[in-house]
């Protein structure tokens, strides 16, 4: 077992926890889902699953994290990034760089 597997398991019950900010949740799944690029990338909906929310509320709580620089501004629902990990390769759909 990994020793990381408490902090992940940590940051796993932190997404899941329904009373921190969705934009808080969002960048917390990024930190525990993204690649050695700094890359997180998610599935169809899989956002909107794991907020228990709509896609307008995933959008909105994307753009905060965005605003809030804690993941890259290249960031999508489809792709959350780590900030400063934009040209880190990935086939996923992103925003142009800012
Ligand atoms: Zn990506």
Same mark, same amino acid.
């Given at each position: 077992?990994?020793?990381? /597997?408490?902090?992940? $398991?940590?940051?796993? &019950? &932190?997404?899941?926890?329904?009373?921190? !900010? /969705?934009?808080?949740?969002?960048?917390?799944?990024? &930190? /525990?889902? !993204?690649?050695?690029? +700094? #890359? !997180? *990338?998610?599935?169809?909906?899989?956002? $909107?699953?794991?907020?228990?929310?709509?896609? =307008?509320?995933?959008? =909105?709580?994307?753009?905060?994290? =965005?605003? *809030?620089?804690?993941?890259?501004?290249?960031?999508?629902?489809?792709?959350?990034?780590?900030?400063?990990?934009?040209? @880190?390769?990935?086939? /996923? #759909? #992103? =925003? +142009? @760089? @800012?």
């Amino acid at each position: 077992m990994s020793t990381l /597997a408490p902090v992940v $398991r940590h940051l796993e &019950q &932190q997404v899941a926890n329904n009373q921190l !900010a /969705a934009w808080v949740r969002i960048w917390v799944w990024c &930190q /525990a889902n !993204a690649d050695d690029h +700094g #890359h !997180a *990338r998610a599935y169809t909906g899989e956002l $909107r699953r794991l907020l228990d929310t709509n896609a =307008r509320e995933v959008s =909105r709580a994307i753009r905060l994290a =965005r605003e *809030r620089g804690v993941i890259d501004p290249c960031s999508t629902a489809a792709c959350l990034v780590l900030p400063g990990h934009a040209i @880190a390769p990935c086939d /996923a #759909h #992103h =925003r +142009g @760089a @800012a």
